[in-house]
C-alpha cells in the first residue's frame, strides 16, 4: 500500500468519525428540543375537562396540550415501531374514556348496541373503523364534530409525558389478560395516566383515524422528524392501539401497533373520540 492509499483511508476514516460526532450532538439537540417544546405552551392546564352533552348524556373530554414527543421505539424492528420525532403543534381534546354503550346508544339509537359483552358503562365495542365513522358523523347531526384521533394523537395522549418503553404498573391502570377474566370491564374503574385519561391500555382496542404504514426513517444516529403526522393517503388496514382485556402485557404498551380491514370488527374492537378543531374555537 502506498503513501497516497493510507493517507486517503485516513482521510475518510476521519470524516466519518467527524459525522458520527456531529451525528450524536445533533441526536443530544433533539433530546433537548423534545423536552423543552413538550412543556405546554398555551393557557389550558393539561387535564383539564370539558363536558359536552349528547341526549342527556355527558361526553367528558380531557385537554391534551401541543408539544413534542419521541413516538415509537427502537426495541425490535420487526415490530416497526421506529423510533422518531412527533410535533403536534396544537392541542386537543380527547375523550376521558373509552366510548360506553350508554355514550353510543344516546348517539346511534337505544336498540343500536352491537357489543358482545353488555353493559351502560363497559366499552362498546364489535365496532369497525366504518362504523366509528358512522357514528363521528351522526355525532355531527346532533351538534358536536368530533373524529377519530391520529395514531400520533393517540400515542402522545396515552404517554402524556412518559418515556417508559414498559410499564411495571400494568395492573394499576390496565384490563388485560392477565387480570380481565375474559370480558372487557367497566370505564374508571382503574387509575388514569397523568392527563386524566381511562383505559388507554387496555379493556378495548381503540381505533384511529390513520391507513396503517412504515413510520420515517431517520439517517446515522439522528432520528426523524415529522410535524402533525396524519399517516399514509392510503392503504389496506386501518390503525388501532392500546391492547385489550385479551392481550398479553407485551402488546398494552404504548409503542405497540395494531391493524386491521376497515370492516373487521371482534369484540375487543372500540372507539375514543378526539373534538374536532372547531369544536376548540370557544377554549
Known amino acids: 500500500?502506498?503513501?497516497?492509499?493510507?493517507?486517503?483511508?485516513?482521510?475518510?476514516?476521519?470524516?466519518?468519525?467527524?459525522?458520527?460526532?456531529?451525528?450524536?450532538?445533533?441526536?443530544?439537540?433533539?433530546?433537548a428540543v423534545s423536552?423543552?417544546?413538550?412543556?405546554?405552551?398555551?393557557n389550558i392546564e393539561a387535564g383539564k375537562q370539558k363536558v359536552i352533552k349528547i341526549n342527556g348524556t355527558d361526553f367528558v373530554f380531557c385537554w391534551c396540550p401541543a408539544g413534542t414527543f419521541t413516538m415509537g421505539s427502537d426495541e425490535d424492528p420487526a415490530l416497526k415501531e421506529t423510533s422518531h420525532i412527533?410535533?403536534?403543534?396544537?392541542?386537543?381534546?380527547m375523550m376521558e374514556t373509552e366510548v360506553t354503550q350508554k355514550q353510543w346508544k344516546a348517539v346511534m339509537g337505544y336498540y343500536t348496541n352491537p357489543s358482545h359483552f353488555q353493559g351502560d358503562d363497559l366499552p362498546v365495542e364489535s365496532i369497525s373503523w366504518?362504523?366509528?365513522?358512522?357514528?363521528c358523523n351522526q355525532c355531527k347531526k346532533l351538534g358536536i364534530s368530533v373524529s377519530l384521533?391520529?395514531?400520533?394523537?393517540?400515542?402522545?395522549?396515552?404517554?402524556?409525558g412518559s418515556t417508559e418503553k414498559y410499564i411495571d404498573y400494568l395492573d394499576k391502570i390496565a384490563w388485560y389478560y392477565k387480570n380481565s377474566g375474559g370480558t372487557t370491564h367497566p370505564v374508571r374503574t382503574k387509575s388514569p395516566n397523568a392527563w386524566g385519561l381511562y383505559d388507554m391500555l387496555g379493556?378495548?382496542?381503540?381505533?384511529?383515524?390513520?391507513?396503517?404504514?412504515?413510520?420515517?426513517?431517520g439517517m446515522l444516529f439522528v432520528?426523524?422528524?415529522?410535524?402533525?403526522?396524519?399517516?399514509?393517503?392510503?392503504g389496506p388496514y386501518h390503525v388501532f392501539r392500546g391492547g385489550c382485556w385479551n392481550d398479553l402485557a407485551r402488546?398494552?404498551?404504548?409503542?405497540?401497533?395494531?391493524?386491521?380491514?376497515?370492516?373487521?370488527?371482534?369484540?375487543?374492537y372500540g372507539l375514543r373520540l378526539v373534538l374536532k378543531p372547531e369544536s376548540n374555537q370557544n377554549e
Do not use: H
Not at 86 to 93: D, P
Not at 149 to 160: G, I, K, N, V
Not at 206 to 213: H, K, L, M, Q, V
Open 1 to 31: 500500500m502506498t503513501s497516497n492509499s493510507k493517507f486517503t483511508i485516513l482521510v475518510i476514516l476521519a470524516i466519518l468519525i467527524i459525522l458520527a460526532l456531529l451525528s450524536i450532538s445533533y441526536t443530544q439537540y433533539n433530546l
Open 35 to 42: 423536552i423543552r417544546d413538550s412543556i405546554p405552551n398555551n
Open 86 to 93: 412527533v410535533t403536534l403543534t396544537k392541542g386537543f381534546w
Open 130 to 135: 366504518e362504523d366509528c365513522q358512522v357514528f
Open 149 to 160: 384521533p391520529t395514531e400520533a394523537q393517540w400515542e402522545y395522549a396515552c404517554r402524556a
Open 203 to 217: 379493556n378495548v382496542l381503540e381505533w384511529c383515524s390513520d391507513w396503517y404504514g412504515d413510520y420515517p426513517e
Open 223 to 234: 432520528s426523524a422528524r415529522v410535524t402533525d403526522p396524519m399517516g399514509p393517503v392510503s
Open 251 to 268: 402488546d398494552c404498551r404504548y409503542s405497540c401497533r395494531f391493524n386491521a380491514v376497515s370492516e373487521s370488527l371482534l369484540s375487543c
